[in-house]
């Protein structure tokens, strides 16, 4: 466990949706990431936060948004969803602003786009 | 942009033999590396991570990593593998931003 938890672990919804995915960093972490994995694609890097500023950006789609909250846990919401969009989205915290810190992942949520 | 490249897709090994993992980075300046590992329906796990000073890196469960900057290489090794060994593993690069770049991913089956 790596104290690093996601809700909810699977999620399957019809195109064109929205949905939200909740990220709760391990305890004192300020730094939160999210990634997404799918079989093409690979692992790719999202997004970053850093106590409650958003620090960095990836192959973030301009669909998806996150935030960061005062209490430090993290939303990933995904709207006007495709069925490319199917894919695991992990979440990762980490004490440091830069990444040179280990990063603790979560166990996901599974998306499924029908 | 740093890129990472896992030359092996798909590694498939019998129990007791020795396993090496390759991985290139495209990245001139300074990196900080690492290998995680996912197993089966879990989490990705750090194995081990290089910020500086020696490049043959110990990390948990028997792997460690050789980082040799002039090859722009990171390749991880294990002597003997075990059957719990089974995963998927990714080298990840970290260069002066702040987000991890990760490989394709290597699976490895080990068969008992």
């Known amino acids: 466990d790596s104290g690093v938890t996601q809700t909810p672990k699977h999620l399957i919804t019809a195109t064109g949706q929205r949905v939200t995915l909740r990220c709760s960093p391990r305890s004192g972490d300020l730094s939160v990431y999210w990634y997404q994995q799918s079989l093409d694609q690979g692992l790719q890097f999202l997004i970053q936060?850093?106590?409650?500023?958003?620090?960095a950006k990836g192959n973030i789609l301009e669909r998806f948004s996150a935030q960061q909250f005062p209490d430090l846990h993290s939303e990933l919401n995904l709207s006007s969803l495709e069925l490319g969009d199917s894919a695991l989205y992990f979440c990762?915290?980490?004490?440091?602003?830069?990444?040179?810190?280990?990063?603790?992942f979560g166990p996901g949520t599974r998306l499924t786009v029908t | 942009a740093q890129s990472v490249s896992q030359h092996n897709h798909h590694v498939i090994l019998s129990e007791a033999a020795s396993l090496e993992l390759g991985c290139n980075y495209s990245?001139?300046?300074?990196?900080?590396l690492f290998w995680y590992v996912q197993y089966p329906g879990q989490h990705l796990q750090l194995l081990l991570k290089y910020f500086s000073g020696d490049p043959l890196v110990k990390g948990i469960k028997g792997f460690e990593a050789e980082f040799i900057k002039s090859k722009f290489s990171f390749n991880l090794r294990k002597p003997s593998v075990q059957w719990s060994d089974t995963a998927e593993y990714f080298c990840?690069?970290?260069?002066?931003?702040?987000?991890?770049?990760f490989g394709a991913g290597t699976t490895v089956t080990v068969r008992a």
């Open positions: 990762a915290s980490s004490s440091e602003l830069a990444g040179i810190d280990e990063q603790y």
């Open positions: 936060y850093y106590n409650g500023e958003e620090r």
């Open positions: 990245y001139g300046g300074t990196v900080n």
């Open positions: 990840a690069v970290n260069a002066d931003d702040y987000k991890l770049s």
